[in-house]
T-cell receptor, first 114, second 116 residues
């Protein structure tokens, strides 16, 4: 049962344009959301996060939007750069079965073309 | 500050063997989590250790086990290896367990395990 879904395995964008990566979740107990970026042969690195009490968080070129009613979050990268080409993982955190869980999606591979 | 260090980087084993992977967290971090990444499956949580005790466990068979030492270093062991165990195993550290705050995890570069 996939509780965190990234339905687009891949996304290709032109340099300078906006990249929008989407993530859906099913568990209403999730209250904190994070995005990680992963380059080949490296571990994931934290990018940006958002608490469920907010609907937007911005950090430079990266903005995360949260729509709690739709159980949907998205990561916007503006403008996209070739160095942003990586796999992006959405993660959701919350209490489940008495313990705190951090659940990752399967990832979206972003390719930014020069 | 040194990052999370995982050894070895690559490992090739045959079915039925066992394997031990090692993880040294960032200095001062006391919580260590392990994840398995396979193609198309994302990162799946294995377990979390804090103060030498397993605090949380994912849905993996008992062949997967771990431990944490007093210096916060952690090891993960997989016994009776199966072909499906081929994956990238990632270790992540944080100051405290996930249930205590929302600090992001710091990941190592992983150990690529191939089972033949």
């Amino acid at each position: 049962d996939q509780q965190v879904k990234q339905n687009s395995p891949s996304l290709s964008v032109q340099e300078g344009r906006i990249s929008i990566l989407n993530c859906d979740y099913t568990n209403s107990m999730f209250d904190y959301f994070l995005w990680y970026k992963k380059y080949p042969a490296e571990g994931p690195t934290f990018l940006i996060s958002i608490s469920s009490i907010k609907d937007k968080n911005e950090d430079g070129r990266f903005t995360v939007f949260l729509n709690k009613s739709a159980k949907h979050l998205s990561l916007h990268i503006v403008p996209s750069q070739p160095g942003d080409s990586a796999v992006y993982f959405c993660a959701a955190k919350g209490s489940q079965g008495g313990s705190e869980k951090l659940v990752f999606g399967k990832g979206t591979k972003l390719t930014v073309n020069p | 500050k040194a990052g999370v260090t995982q050894t070895p980087r690559y490992l090739i084993k045959t079915r039925g063997q066992q394997v031990t992977l090692s993880c040294s967290p960032i200095s001062g971090h006391r919580s260590v989590s392990w994840y398995q990444q396979t193609p198309g499956q994302g990162l799946q949580f294995l377990f979390e250790y804090f103060s030498e005790t397993q605090r949380n466990k994912g849905n993996f068979p008992g062949r997967f086990s771990g431990r944490q030492f007093s210096n916060s270093r952690s090891e993960m062991n997989v016994s009776t290896l199966e072909l499906g165990d081929s994956a990238l195993y990632l270790c992540a550290s944080s100051l405290v367990p996930a249930r205590m705050d929302n600090s992001p995890l710091h990941f190592g570069n992983g150990t690529r395990l191939t089972v033949t």
